[in-house]
Antibody
Framework: QVQLQESGPGLVRSSQTLSLTCTVS??????????WSWIRQSAGKGLEWIGH???????NYNPSLKSRVNMSVDTSKNQFSLNLSSVTAADTAVYYC??????????WGRGTLVIVSS | DIQMTQSPSSLSASIGDRVTITCRAS??????LAWYQQKPGKAPKLLIY???SLHSGVPSRFSGRGSGTDFTLTISSLQAEDFATYYC?????????FGGGTKVEIK
């Protein structure tokens, strides 16, 4: 059974960079034609797709965040990561990592709350 | 971006009721649609992918239909564990957008 776990700071200063890592267990991140996604959920905007990355490093980002987002993958550690720069209070949310299969997200992490403070 | 509009935003139903939730896309998305269930404090869980395919382990009382712009999620006989919020998501075009959710509450 594939499991995902987000990790990273729960509090980030405004204008700084939010950095999260997702560790995949129960299977290799390189197996299968899967993308690996980041999705966030805030009270104000509901669920928002941030983007996804393939194990080759190929990415697709939400245009609304594209100028601030960078995703990377480390197959040797079975991890993928999210960096979101120049954060503001609007970036406060629960951040989920997920596996994408057949263009749907079939396995999700538990989510991690990130609060942006001024 | 493709806008996904769910209706109703909330509903009250009783155990055993048949419940239908609608999701409408602002443009055609073929069958690139998924449905998720989310309970408070938990991550969403995949129920349906490709508009009508039941995800592994999901009870058969859940079903999905539709193509193009109009989709439905039906729970044939509502169970206690089905009280939750349901979301649709399109994956036809980037960004993959979600509907605003439908909260199913106990009547």
């Amino acid at each position: 059974q594939v499991q995902l776990q987000e990790s990273g700071p729960g509090l980030v200063r405004s204008s700084q960079t939010l950095s999260l890592t997702c560790t995949v267990s129960g299977g290799s991140i390189s197996s299968g034609p899967h993308y690996w996604s980041w999705i966030r959920q805030s009270a104000g905007k509901g669920l928002e797709w941030i983007g996804h990355i393939y194990t080759t490093g190929s990415t697709n980002y939400n245009p609304s965040l594209k100028s601030r987002v960078n995703m990377s993958v480390d197959t040797s550690k079975n991890q993928f990561s999210l960096n979101l720069s120049s954060v503001t209070a609007a970036d406060t949310a629960v951040y989920y990592c997920a596996r994408e299969d057949a263009w749907s997200n079939d396995y999700w992490g538990r989510g991690t709350l990130v609060i942006v403070s001024s | 971006d493709i806008q996904m509009t769910q209706s109703p935003s909330s509903l009250s139903a009783s155990i055993g009721d048949r419940v239908t939730i609608t999701c409408r896309a602002s443009q055609g998305i073929s069958t690139w649609l998924a449905w998720y269930q989310q309970k408070p404090g938990k991550a969403p869980k995949l129920l349906i992918y490709a508009a009508s395919s039941l995800h592994s382990g999901v009870p058969s009382r859940f079903s999905g239909r539709g193509s193009g712009t109009d989709f439905t999620l039906t729970i044939s006989s509502l169970q206690a564990e089905d009280f939750a919020t349901y979301y649709c998501q399109q994956a036809n075009r980037f960004p993959h957008t979600f509907g605003g959710g439908t909260k199913v509450e106990i009547k």
